[in-house]
């Protein structure tokens, strides 16, 4: 899938707990906020069609 880079401002405490939650998966934080933004565009994408 084709990706943009862009630039965002994120409050300390959600920054830190997408540090965590990426470290304790083993995966990287860019990479986890990246699926849970694409995860939530198709539900409310999904959820407009009905």
Do not use: G, H, W
């Amino acid at each position: 899938m084709p990706q943009t880079k862009v630039t965002l401002a994120l409050d300390n405490d959600s920054l830190a707990f997408s540090k965590r939650e990426a470290r304790r998966r083993n995966t990287s934080y860019q990479r986890m906020i990246r699926n849970q933004v694409r995860s939530y565009a198709r539900a409310y994408a999904s959820a407009k069609q009905t």
